[in-house]
Antibody, heavy 121, light 109 residues
Framework: EVQLVESGGGLVQPGGSLRLSCAASGFTFSSYWMSWVRQAPGKGLEWVAN????????YYVDSVKGRFTISRDNAKNSLYLQLNSLRAEDTAVYYC??????????????WGQGTLVTVSS | SSELTQDPDVSVALGQTVRITCQGDSLRSYYASWYQQKPGQAPVLVIY???NRPSGIPDRFSGSSSGNRASLTITGAQAEDEADYYC????????????FGGGTKLTVL
């Protein structure tokens, strides 16, 4: 059974940092692109970042470029998101998702349960 | 970067058919995928590509596309289909950046 379990969320002050983790199991983690998707309270889904199978390609939404860093450790079946210089507008539930898509279609077929990041003084 | 546009609210009578649409330039080059999200839960993939349903998704859910528009159709809507629905595709730039539509809240009357 495929499982994605996020952790690392919490309350942090503006300007602070946090590291989110996503533990994957039930599939060959190193064979898939992985993404982080967030959802601010009462708002829609926003794709944040993704990383390819060996970590050599990384992409980000413009609003987090230079502040967030996505990474992975295939030996530990884990995905990470380092959040720096946090702002109030980064407050959201952060989901990790497996991308089984192709060049023509995005397929986020498995999602974690999410971890809440609250940025507030 | 490109955008995907969805109607914020759609309603349907129980047992009737409803279409939820998603519009954007990226859909001329890439297929959409669709996600259902109920309150307090993670999103669930319901349709992807030309018209593919993951295992366990009822066949009342179907997808289609034409030009810059993609549609999710629920034929014979059930009470449990009341949820938020999001479309998703790659950014039209051709990179691996992904985008979501703003979401459609479906009410089953």
């Amino acid at each position: 059974e495929v499982q994605l379990v996020e952790s690392g969320g919490g309350l942090v002050q503006p300007g602070g940092s946090l590291r989110l983790s996503c533990a994957a199991s039930g599939f060959t983690f190193s064979s898939y692109w992985m993404s982080w998707v967030r959802q601010a309270p009462g708002k829609g889904l926003e794709w944040v970042a993704n990383i390819n199978q060996d970590g050599s390609e990384k992409y980000y939404v413009d609003s987090v470029k230079g502040r967030f860093t996505i990474s992975r450790d295939n030996a530990k079946n884990s995905l990470y998101l380092q959040l720096n210089s946090l702002r109030a507008e980064d407050t959201a539930v952060y989901y990790c998702a497996r991308d089984s898509g192709t060049l023509t279609v995005v397929v986020f077929d498995y999602w974690g349960q999410g971890t809440l990041v609250t940025v507030s003084s | 970067s490109s955008e995907l546009t969805q109607d914020p609210d759609v309603s349907v009578a129980l047992g009737q058919t409803v279409r939820i649409t998603c519009q954007g330039d990226s859909l001329r080059s890439y297929y959409a995928s669709w996600y259902q999200q109920k309150p307090g839960q993670a999103p669930v993939l319901v349709i992807y590509g030309e018209n593919n349903r993951p295992s366990g998704i009822p066949d009342r859910f179907s997808g289609s596309s034409s030009g810059n528009r993609a549609s999710l159709t629920i034929t014979g809507a059930q009470a449990e289909d009341e949820a938020d629905y999001y479309c998703n595709s790659r950014d039209s730039s051709g990179s691996h950046v992904k985008i979501f539509g703003g979401g459609t809240k479906l009410t089953v009357l």
